[in-house]
């Protein structure tokens, strides 16, 4: 049996029926809709929440993230990414959030022995890979089933600079193409931080048999409604009614971070 969270992209929530988890006002980064703590709060005495701190932090901001914190009620899961973060939460309460670095049981394993028992999975995994962790591990997991998958993060605002190298007017979000492979991405600057994310959908409905007693993540960011209304009426169904990329599940990826030596 799996449990559903969906990341909106609106703030009107009544759409998503299953538990959500809401990016932080100035802690995350690559969505759609932020919150504020006192909406969040008003959220989570109303419905199971969860929240997502994804940006990775500076010394500077550590200490009023931990206030922001401090000051959110109810939360059942923290997403977060910045392993800084793990000394100020319940470790019950985190989920460890590292976009495509946990993808071995290993790892899982790990954390596990450091008291992280919640952690999110990689979704560049093909699904022999996925069922290997499930298999040999007995954490908590959570997996990226539907999403546009992030695949850069810079700390820099790389569609500005580009603009002012070539006296251009490149929107803050655009599409962009790849030169080699001629795929198309979509790009974002978000304050002082650039993101580029596939244009194509990553969705693992077609296994999700195989996926049982994972947690199971849609992230409605950076679709349009179409997309978006296709998917919360198929997102249980073999197929979700649209074009989508799933070569990962099927296609082992020669080098992943976890195996550089």
Request: aromatic share 12%.
């Amino acid at each position: 049996m799996n449990k559903y969270f969906m990341i909106p992209r609106e703030k009107d929530l009544n759409k998503y029926k299953e538990n959500i988890i809401l990016p932080i006002e100035e802690f995350s980064i690559g969505f759609d809709v932020y919150y504020s703590v006192k909406e969040i709060n008003k959220i989570s005495s109303e419905r199971e929440t969860s929240v997502i701190i994804n940006k990775l932090l500076h010394k500077k901001e550590l200490n009023k993230v931990i206030e922001v914190i401090k000051e959110l009620k109810n939360i059942k899961y923290y997403f977060i990414e910045d392993l800084g973060l793990i000394n100020y939460i319940n470790k019950e309460n985190i989920v460890l959030y590292q976009n495509h670095i946990l993808s071995n049981y290993e790892s899982i394993r790990a954390y596990k022995d450091l008291g992280i028992k919640n952690i999110m999975i990689s979704n560049e995994l093909t699904i022999e890979e996925i069922c290997e962790i499930k298999d040999k591990t007995n954490s908590n997991l959570f997996y990226m089933f539907i999403s546009r998958n992030t695949l850069l993060y810079s700390n820099r605002k790389l569609v500005s600079s580009y603009n002012e190298y070539k006296c251009a007017f490149m929107n803050k979000k655009s599409i962009i193409k790849e030169d080699v492979s001629g795929k198309e991405l979509i790009i974002k600057e978000e304050g002082d931080s650039t993101l580029i994310f596939d244009k194509n959908i990553f969705s693992a409905n077609e296994v999700v048999k195989l996926l049982d007693n994972i947690n199971l993540v849609i992230n409605f960011s950076n679709m349009n409604e179409f997309e978006e209304d296709k998917i919360l009426n198929n997102y249980k169904k073999d197929n979700l009614g649209l074009e989508i990329d799933d070569y990962f599940l099927k296609n082992k990826i020669g080098y992943k971070i976890s195996d550089i030596k």
